[in-house]
């Protein structure tokens, strides 16, 4: 299927184009900062896609001369890639741009740059126009390569800028600063077409869009030769990949990275259930590198929220899939996004995704209290649901789903898991923490040395958070 929504650049016409400006900035900084270093802080909020975001920034900061600092206060140029996802999120970045006020009265010569969901929302911008005069530029989620010629603009004193992409498109080579060399994030698509009720990044990621293959694939050739064992194809709808084109889909894309020679492993996040299909099961089933691990969001257990939520299936086609798959990858783990109290659920329709969490016996849920977005149909809905009653089946569902994980770890006890060590334990450092094919965290005695190494953990422990085991020599 061809989608004719955007044109998609070819890979000649969409490469990044700021290295000029890269360099101008760079000369004005050793100007500018002729005994300290010109240094830069980047505060992420949000999902993996911000993550990646962020390291695009970075990649961005470093070519235009600043150094990378821990500490904000001793930062000259300041990037906030916010989320918008739950107004929580929005209040969070807010707050800590509110803060920034004191810093920039310090250090006049500061510059600070909004980006990501939030204002990629015109009223937002607009608001952080108004009420926050200290804000050098905002840039939305299309406008990432965008950044050093704002920052550019901002060292020259110029009119603050507010960009919004008059349509999302695709840009490739942008410089990178990977945060961790071994786990790696890469992104096969952007944007959503789908339209969930309630959801807002459509509108502040623009319509679906992927990568070339050859694209993709030339970045995790490299990202394997650099040392990455642990890859994760990104995306809104990453199972959506590839309808721009007319011969490649996720699985396919999938299987041809497998090919890639290198001891490392492939997930993806995240998909839709309506794009589940039989040869992404079958990619998982038989790839040794795919890793058995299927965070596939079901939201709402009733159909009649399903409908309201926009989703585009039922309750019964969605456990098919489950079905599907754990018959054609039986260790398979399953995780999901449950949104509680959506407008007009009932009692009724949240003990419909309680006995669909007993169903399906998720390894894990990432769960939410609906929140209003502002732009969204569902924000309009008239029955929207009482705070107390949302806490309430917020902690139901929790507690439900502890006994179910606690089931669903046990499993592992006894094993021996084939676990990435990737950091100290933040609690002991004699501990070290991995990831092996289940979304928990594995905790197991070693040292640093370890890291970015597979190593074979027996487990001795579960946990309702991690499993905890030894080395096995
Ligand atoms: N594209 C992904 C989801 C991205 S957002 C997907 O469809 O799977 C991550 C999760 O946030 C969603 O799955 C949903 O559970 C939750 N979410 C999105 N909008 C929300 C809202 N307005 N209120 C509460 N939770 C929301
Ligand atoms: Fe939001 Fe739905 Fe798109 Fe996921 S699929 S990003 S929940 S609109
Ligand atoms: Fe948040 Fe934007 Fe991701 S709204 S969840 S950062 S796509």
Known sequence: MINNNFNIPSSEDNLFTGIKECAEVKKLLSGMFAEDEPLYYIETFGCQQNEADSERLAGLCCAMGYKETANIKDASLILVNTC???????????????????????????????????????????????????VSFTFDTGAIHLVPSLVLGALKGGKRQFVFSESFGITEGIPTKVKNPYKAWLSVMYGCNNFCSYCIVPYVRGRERSRRPEDILREARMLVENGAKDITLLGQNVNSYGKD???????????????????????????????????????????????PHFHLPVQSGSDRILERMNRKYTREKYIG???????????????????????????????????????????????????????????????QIDRAVANDRYARLLSLQDTITDKRNARFVGRTLKVLCEEESKNDPQMMTGRADTPRPIHFKGDPSLKGQFVNVKITKSDLFCLSGEIEK
């Open 321 to 383: 899939i489950i079905e599907k798959l754990k018959k054609a990858v039986p260790d398979v783990s399953i995780t999901s996004d449950i949104i509680v109290a959506f407008p007009g659920e009932t009692e009724e329709d949240f003990s419909d995704t309680l006995s669909l969490l007993r169903e399906v016996e998720y390894d894990m849920i990432f769960s939410f209290i609906y929140s209003p977005r502002e732009g969204t149909p569902a924000a309009k809905m008239p029955d």
């Open 84 to 134: 918008a996802i739950r107004e929580h999120a929005e209040k969070k970045a807010l707050s800590i741009i509110g803060e920034m006020k004191h810093i920039k009265e310090k250090n006049p010569r500061l510059i600070i740059g909004v980006g990501g969901c939030m204002p990629s929302q015109r009223h937002r911008a607009e608001k952080l126009k108004m009420s926050n005069p200290y």
């Open 245 to 291: 084109f007319d011969n490649t889909n996720i699985a396919s894309l999938m299987r041809e990275i497998c090919k890639i020679n290198g001891d490392f492993r492939l997930r993806f996040m995240t998909s839709h259930p309506k794009d589940a299909s039989d040869e992404l099961i079958a990619a998982m089933a038989e790839e040794e590198k795919i890793v």
